[in-house]
């Protein structure tokens, strides 16, 4: 009788320390889903990537994203009769979910600027093996023919004589999208690690020796989506790739069609053709990066061609309010 007994008190016993345990589980849960959130808000270095596997999904596979589509799509076919745009392309990624829509997302448009992410990405993997390439230091000992004019211009020009490291280089080219910078590290680098990054990530690998390297929304969001989720390069490369590109100076994108307090991770390109060209590709803003909403962080790529980039600004701009209006709409 008093073995039984003790027997019912040790399991009762033991049922209140699991009580508790599980207790303690649920409370760190939902401390560490308040910590989640005040991160998002407030993004370190290292909260910009979310570790993750890289997989693909089926297009149109959630009802919600559907409307976004036959939103932007009623949008666009605005700017098209109004002759605000010619052509317009959008990639559209819950980076969570996996869930995604396109609209014309395959169509090809000149990279130009957009070079500088792989770039990036190239020097970074090359930092995994050796860190000390990004104290490497290069001398601006010669001006560069930019065969490009830039119209969107922000920050400092590089001084001729000056030296650099690599390291600083990354920033301007990223932040300023500076072209010398571009130009520096890419006479500096072999170009078969470019194409590695290109052909790494199954996308059509370009030939930087010609003025004319083009890519498509769908392609270029995906040297965004290994970035978040840390799966081409280490956690700590990854994260310091975003951070540099949530500096971009560039705001009247993407950035001007979400409030103030969000995030935005991204890279931008322009490219104006003159003479015979112009009537077929007229002038060229694209837009590409991470959105980083505090309920769920997207992926949004916006290329477009038209008359004017003041005209395609106001285009890409209000196409990334439309998302994040319907995104905010979503989850209340």
């Known amino acids: 009788m008093f073995k039984n007994k003790l027997l019912i008190v040790a399991i009762f016993s033991l049922g209140v320390a699991v009580g508790l345990f599980m207790h303690k589980i649920n409370i760190l849960k939902e401390n560490n889903a308040v910590s989640l959130q005040i991160q998002r808000l407030y993004p370190s270095q290292k909260n910009l990537v979310d570790p993750l596997l890289l997989v693909e999904s089926p297009q149109d596979g959630d009802v919600k994203l559907r409307g976004t589509k036959y939103a932007i799509e009623a949008y666009i076919n605005q700017c098209k009769e109004r002759g605000d745009a010619s052509s317009v392309s959008v990639y559209l990624r819950h980076l969570n979910y996996g869930t995604w ?28 093996k050796n860190p000390l390439v990004l104290k490497k230091e290069i001398k601006y000992d010669k001006e560069i023919n930019i065969q490009l004019q830039q119209n969107i211009v922000s920050g400092d020009k590089l001084q001729l004589g000056a030296v650099y490291t690599v390291d600083e280089l990354l920033s301007l080219m990223i932040i ?36 004319e390297c083009e890519v498509s929304a ?95 600004e106001g285009v890409i701009k209000k196409i990334s309010k439309i998302v994040y209006e319907r995104e905010e709409a979503d989850f209340l």
């Open 101 to 128: 829509i396109g609209i014309n997302e395959d169509e090809n448009y000149a990279a130009a600027s957009l070079i500088k992410v792989p770039l990036m990405i190239a020097y970074l993997r090359m930092a995994e």
């Open 176 to 211: 300023n999208s500076d072209n010398t910078a571009k130009n520096l590290l890419l006479s500096n680098i072999d170009l078969k690690l470019v194409y590695n990054v290109y052909s790494d990530l199954k996308i059509p690998v370009p030939d930087f020796t010609e003025p």
């Open 218 to 312: 769908k392609d270029y969001a995906t040297f965004f989506r290994v970035l978040y989720s840390c799966t081409y390069l280490s956690e700590d490369l990854s994260a310091k790739a975003i951070r540099l590109l949530s500096e971009t100076e560039f705001k009247d994108g993407i950035v001007a069609g979400v409030p103030d307090n969000i995030t935005v991770a991204h890279k931008f390109a322009e490219r104006k053709y003159g003479g015979d060209d112009y009537s077929l590709k007229g002038s060229q803003l694209h837009d590409c990066g991470i959105v980083y909403y505090l309920k769920s962080p997207y992926l949004i790529c916006v290329m477009t061609r038209g008359r004017d980039f003041n005209t395609l």
